[in-house]
């Protein structure tokens, strides 16, 4: 039988904390482990990595079989194909940043080198800084090439702990692009660990969700954002995530059409070039800016309305409800969330299968 993906089932016992999971990761892009402080994502990544030896269960890379208790099977870190970028850099102070690079090129054997040492200087844009010395970079640019120098090891899988953690607001809005890379061009998973609901968004395809050392959820990004029993569709930073593609562009309005399987959108031009025809993108809509009514609203300055029909709803806030809706039809449908007062939603007698037109009053794009 030809396994794909990573299988991490794994259980490890310390004073105050049990660590009991299950989960399986996609082959490609990137998984993200998102939760609270203390819900045990870094040490998943530590059992990938073969860096608790006490843990019991498996883990399995492909078809590798990285552990095994019930066989007594354990590969040790150093035999682990693996590329670990931690919260700091961690670079070799007294080694160029070419120098580096080789060192983590030069402890993978000959035989197993998928790749040069040269792999990540295009994917990171650092090819100008291969003869600076560590002290010479800004912080963004210390883990540019802390990845890179991961990525030279030709790793089976990419693990990264929290890598923006250490970063102010300038230095994450630096690294942000080059990451949103990771997803579309390497060809290995990334296991990445945030807390941060803005990275999860960005970066993320697959997610686990966490809490005190469980799994509360896994699946898509896009769908776990908005399932009503799970605590990401609560709160002010509710919102949905629509993966869509650029169709056009009006230059008198400076807005971008695009096109999903729930309809199309109008959104507001930031860049100083259109997007470029049938390209990817990324939309976050906050749950906030998405009202709703009965009827095809008309004489409105909302430029975005689209049918939907209400799945769920649930209570939010006091006085608040989130409304599940849907967007298309079929396979291809999308959800979207709306947060709207409990009376307006005892006015338009809102319940499941009710259609209604959702007011989009405002879009971002993510990525």
Same mark, same amino acid.
């Given at each position: 039988?030809?396994?794909t993906?990573i299988?991490l089932?794994?259980?490890?016992?310390r004073?105050g904390?049990?660590l009991?999971?299950?989960l399986?990761?996609p082959?490609?892009g990137?998984?993200?482990?998102?939760g609270?402080?203390?819900?045990g994502?870094t040490?998943?990544?530590?059992?990938?990595a073969?860096?608790?030896?006490?843990a019991?269960?498996?883990?399995?890379?492909g078809d590798?079989?990285?552990?095994d208790?019930a066989?007594?099977?354990?590969?040790?870190v150093h035999?682990?194909?693996?590329?670990?970028v931690?919260?700091e850099?961690s670079l070799f102070d007294?080694?160029?940043?070419?120098?580096n690079l080789?060192?983590?090129f030069?402890r993978?054997?000959?035989?197993?080198?998928?790749?040069?040492w040269d792999?990540g200087?295009?994917l990171?844009g650092?090819?100008?800084?291969l003869?600076r010395m560590?002290h010479?970079?800004?912080?963004?640019?210390r883990?540019r090439?802390?990845i890179a120098?991961?990525l030279?090891?030709?790793?089976?899988?990419?693990?990264m702990?929290?890598p923006?953690?250490?970063?102010?607001?300038?230095r994450?809005?630096?690294?942000?692009?080059?990451l949103e890379?990771?997803h579309?061009?390497?060809d290995?998973p990334?296991v990445y660990?945030?807390?941060s609901?803005?990275?999860?968004a960005r970066?993320?395809?697959?997610?686990v969700?966490?809490?005190?050392g469980?799994v509360?959820?896994?699946?898509?990004?896009v769908?776990?954002?908005?399932?009503?029993?799970?605590p990401?569709?609560?709160?002010?930073?509710a919102?949905?995530?629509?993966?869509? $593609?650029?169709?056009g562009?009006s230059?008198?309005? @400076? =807005?971008?059409v695009l /096109?999903?399987?729930?309809?199309?959108?109008? !959104? *507001?031009?930031?860049?100083t070039q259109?997007l470029?025809?049938q390209a990817?993108?990324?939309? $976050?809509?906050?749950a906030?800016d998405?009202?709703l @009514? =009965?009827?095809m609203? /008309?004489q409105?300055?909302?430029?975005n309305? !689209? *049918?939907?029909?209400?799945v769920?709803i649930?209570?939010?806030?006091?006085?608040?409800v989130?409304v599940g809706?849907q967007l298309?039809?079929?396979?291809?449908r999308v959800r979207l969330?709306?947060?709207?007062?409990?009376?307006s939603?005892r006015?338009?007698a809102?319940a499941?299968g009710v259609?209604v037109?959702?007011?989009?009053?405002?879009?971002?794009m993510?990525?």
């Amino acid at each position: 039988m030809t396994h794909t993906g990573i299988q991490l089932s794994a259980r490890l016992q310390r004073p105050g904390f049990l660590l009991d999971v299950d989960l399986h990761l996609p082959a490609r892009g990137v998984s993200v482990l998102f939760g609270p402080s203390g819900s045990g994502k870094t040490t998943c990544l530590r059992v990938l990595a073969g860096l608790e030896p006490q843990a019991s269960g498996v883990v399995r890379v492909g078809d590798e079989v990285w552990q095994d208790s019930a066989q007594r099977v354990m590969r040790p870190v150093h035999r682990r194909a693996l590329g670990y970028v931690f919260q700091e850099a961690s670079l070799f102070d007294h080694l160029s940043v070419k120098g580096n690079l080789m060192f983590g090129f030069q402890r993978t054997p000959p035989a197993e080198r998928r790749h040069g040492w040269d792999h990540g200087l295009a994917l990171l844009g650092i090819e100008h800084l291969l003869q600076r010395m560590p002290h010479e970079l800004s912080g963004g640019e210390r883990q540019r090439v802390a990845i890179a120098r991961a990525l030279a090891t030709s790793p089976r899988v990419l693990l990264m702990d929290e890598p923006l953690a250490s970063l102010d607001t300038t230095r994450k809005a630096e690294i942000l692009p080059w990451l949103e890379q990771l997803h579309e061009r390497l060809d290995i998973p990334v296991v990445y660990v945030t807390h941060s609901p803005d990275e999860m968004a960005r970066l993320g395809e697959h997610l686990v969700l966490l809490n005190t050392g469980r799994v509360q959820a896994q699946g898509p990004v896009v769908e776990l954002m908005t399932r009503l029993d799970l605590p990401l569709a609560h709160g002010d930073a509710a919102a949905s995530l629509i993966d869509a $593609r650029a169709v056009g562009f009006s230059p008198a309005d @400076s =807005l971008s059409v695009l /096109e999903f399987n729930g309809g199309r959108l109008l !959104l *507001p031009q930031a860049r100083t070039q259109p997007l470029p025809a049938q390209a990817p993108v990324r939309i $976050r809509i906050q749950a906030r800016d998405v009202s709703l @009514s =009965l009827q095809m609203p /008309e004489q409105t300055s909302v430029l975005n309305i !689209l *049918p939907a029909t209400v799945v769920d709803i649930a209570d939010d806030t006091p006085g608040q409800v989130l409304v599940g809706l849907q967007l298309g039809d079929g396979e291809q449908r999308v959800r979207l969330l709306s947060r709207i007062s409990q009376l307006s939603a005892r006015r338009l007698a809102l319940a499941p299968g009710v259609p209604v037109f959702a007011q989009i009053k405002g879009v971002a794009m993510v990525r």
